[in-house]
């Protein structure tokens, strides 16, 4: 199906079934969050400032959806919960359905353009790496297996996309350790803009490709 513009205008969003791990209260350097156990690892979520002085208790599980932001100076995500559900006290009481959904792990999908595609090769080593423009966003992405750097079309092109989640931590001037998110690109699909559809000033327009890199 092809992708309508308004699609192009909304942020990636997310959703996943996981457990309550532990809450950590806001400060100036970051917003209030709930850490939660995804199948495959824990992933931090921003929750209002309300829900931190009065958590669940560990291990209570719950289905997160919501937006996916960008932070442009360091490259990482924030995972913005606008839907928390409770599903369900522990996994123990998971029916089958909750189970698929839950081993199915976190998901965070989009739609965009290809900003720019490159491959370089120094030595014995390729480094692919390519760039996608979405809502409010522009994310370059590294050291792509070959497998998903073919799928990527040229620059100006229009995709659907999925993204997984790595967890880089680092200590603050104050040393204290904080903990980013960092995207990573599972799939990615070329597809059409819908007929008749004109990008409006709100919608990211297909960049000019970039030269070619001479290796």
């Known amino acids: 199906m092809a992708i309508e513009p308004k699609e192009l205008s909304q942020a990636p969003r997310f959703e996943g079934l996981g457990s309550f791990v532990f809450c950590r209260p806001g400060n100036e ?5 709930y850490t939660i156990e995804f199948f495959g690892g824990q992933i931090s979520v921003e929750v209002e400032e309300s829900e931190v002085s009065n958590p669940p208790a560990p291990g209570t599980m719950f289905l997160i959806a919501g937006s996916v932001r960008h932070n442009g100076r360091n490259g990482t995500v924030s995972l ?3 839907v928390k559900k409770h599903v369900a006290a522990s996994q123990d009481a998971f029916t089958a359905e909750q189970w698929e959904q839950y081993v199915r792990g976190l998901r965070i999908w989009g739609t965009g353009i290809v900003h720019a595609k490159d491959s370089v090769v120094m030595g014995r080593t390729t480094y692919n790496k ?3 423009k979405w809502q409010g966003a522009t ?3 590294r050291k792509l297996t070959p497998e998903i750097y073919q799928r990527i079309p040229s620059a100006g092109k229009f995709v659907r996309f999925d993204m997984g989640l790595s967890v880089r931590e680092e200590k603050n001037p104050t040393g204290q350790l904080v903990v980013y998110n960092l995207p990573s690109l599972v799939s990615i699909k070329s597809d059409e803009l819908a007929t008749g559809s004109v990008p409006s000033s709100g919608v990211p327009k297909p960049p000019t490709p970039p030269p070619a890199n001479k290796v």
Not at 29 to 33: G, N, Q
């Open 29 to 33: 350097d970051w917003k209030p969050s």
């Open 80 to 82: 913005v919960a606008s």
């Open 130 to 132: 390519a760039t996608l």
């Open 139 to 141: 994310h370059e992405f």
